[in-house]
């Protein structure tokens, strides 16, 4: 994402009127015009600065923001910029697609995935509880074909519990966060073909989102409370969550987090989480978060902040501060955020506020980007921002709707100052060469030696080679085809791996009757979008 004004030096916790720590944290613009340097302010009690922020203007100004103001509202009652307009695409209780899929109730966080038709799948969180006629649906899916037309709908998670916001993976994966005080989180396949995995290692508490950090191999994690923390998570196996160490986050004064580790993430014993590491930093409720070129970006909504912390340099900062700015603050109770792939600018939703989806723009304004200003959303919240993967259309909910929810979709002129997105849909690239000559004496005794190579990669790649012939069963019964030899194999980048294939044990005997055996050496890849390649090469052992 472009630089937004603001680059920021946070503070440590401060202590709110409730007497629970706060997430306090400072940028350098603000120690500058209160005329504190940073190593200065490094110095500076956390009580200090969370004073001294009070009286300071945020990091994001208010602004006109790109497209100007909002006008009346439409035939769907929602105002928009000029040139901009709605479409309802689901509400709750009601049928959708062909199936059909009787839309869940309480919308909430949502993601996208391109497909292979061209279009792309919606996926979609029910933040009802697990109890009936509700307990059904806890993540559900709608299907689009390339001309944003709606083709089909159905469940992908069923049977959990106030599903909150949750996240993309770069794997084509989504997770869902259950937000009570011992909720999970749960890996779900937005196609549909596969079993929703619940991942307990990431941590048992009253979770918001969850997104991956594709270069660092790591997820970052909120949690909706007045003393909640930050998380990170360490696989032991990217990008296997099923295993792994739960971090939370210390944020120094100027800015620079630390990780301390979690020792009982699964909160097996009384301690909750969040209260395990005396010294973790605290947050005012952290809600929706999302991952974009290195920083992870979230909202805090009892303080109407947007925190951007930089993978990289592990630094945190307050983009935007609701409160410091107050009567002029366009954007309140700062919820769900997301942004967008082809101009880099962030979107904010209120969870209750005047119902709106701000913009913060790569040039550092804040605006009002849209509202839903009627009676029938007096009492919700919008949630789930999120663009289809080519960045023309913007999808949000309104959540608390009159009949339980509704999502809409918003067409029109957004900016594209960062171009087309670039979509890695090719199949990893697998190349095979053999090592000296295939002799089957050699292969019996030894194993024979491949160099196997993928190239191409925008992520790791799992793969499988196996050695496959054909020999003759018991008396009777012909020839049947048997995997000689396995091995899997990870690429982490492009290269070459050496692999030396011998057969089983059981089949030496068999192989050492026979003159000459042929042979397949087939190579399965997959790569972490999903996409899958085979690379076959013959073999003869004389």
Known sequence: MSPRKGTGVEPKADVDQGGSQGGGVITRRDLVRAGVGTAAGAAVSGGLLSRALEAMAAPAVPGAGPY?????????????????????IARAGQQIGPRPYTF????????????????????????????????????????FDRDFEVTDAYPILEGTSINCAGGTTPWNTWLSCEE????????????????????????????????????????????????????????DRYPDLSKGRLEVAVVDPDGK????????????GSVPTRKQVPEATTFKRGEGAWYDDGVVYFA??????????????????????????????????????????????????????????CIISTEGQAAPFLQLPGPEHSSSELTGPVFDPTG?????????????????????????????????????????????????????????GFAISVSDLSYPVEAEARLVT????????????????????????????????????RYGSRLRRLRGVRARLVVEATDLKGNRSATVKQVRFD
């Not at 580790?261 to 699964?266: A, K, L």
């Not at 709707?401 to 697998?430: H, K, L, M, Q």
């Open 470 to 505: 054909r020999l003759k069963r018991a008396a009777g019964k012909g020839a049947g085809e048997v995997t000689l030899a396995r091995v899997p194999l990870r690429f982490e980048r492009p290269g070459e791996k050496v692999v030396r294939l011998r057969p089983a044990g």
């Open 104 to 143: 869940h109730t309480l919308p909430d966080g949502m993601g996208t995935y391109r497909t292979k038709d061209g279009g792309f799948i919606l996926v979609s969180n029910s933040e009802a509880p697990d109890v009936p006629p509700l307990w059904t649906i806890g993540t559900a899916a709608i299907r």
């Open 180 to 235: 009570f005080d011992r909720g999970q989180v749960f890996e779900c396949d937005p196609f549909g073909e596969k079993e929703a995995i619940v991942h307990p290692a990431m941590g048992v508490f009253k979770h918001e989102a969850s997104v991956i950090d594709p270069v660092g191999r790591q997820a970052f994690l909120t949690e909706d409370l007045g003393d909640g923390c930050f998380y990170r998570f360490v696989p």
């Open 300 to 357: 805090t909504t009892q303080d109407d902040r947007v925190y951007a912390y930089h993978c990289a340099s592990e630094m945190l900062e307050v983009l935007y501060d609701g409160v410091a700015l107050g009567e002029e603050a366009p954007l309140h109770d700062t919820d769900n955020v997301t942004v967008s792939p082809v101009s880099g600018d962030l979107y904010v939703a209120e969870d209750a506020g005047e119902h709106q989806i």
């Open 257 to 268: 987090v630390e990780w301390a580790e979690v020792p009982d993430p699964e909160y097996t």
């Open 68 to 88: 100007g103001p909002l006008g009346s509202p439409d035939g769907n009652g929602v105002r928009l910029p000029d040139g901009f307009s709605s479409r309802l």
């Open 392 to 448: 023309n259309r913007l999808y949000f909910s309104s959540q608390r709707a009159t009949g339980g929810g509704i999502v809409f979709e918003i067409s029109g002129p957004f900016r594209r100052t960062r171009g087309e997105p670039v979509f890695d849909t090719a199949a990893p690239v697998t190349r095979i060469r053999t090592l000296g000559k295939p002799g089957l004496r050699g292969l019996i005794k030894s194993g024979q």
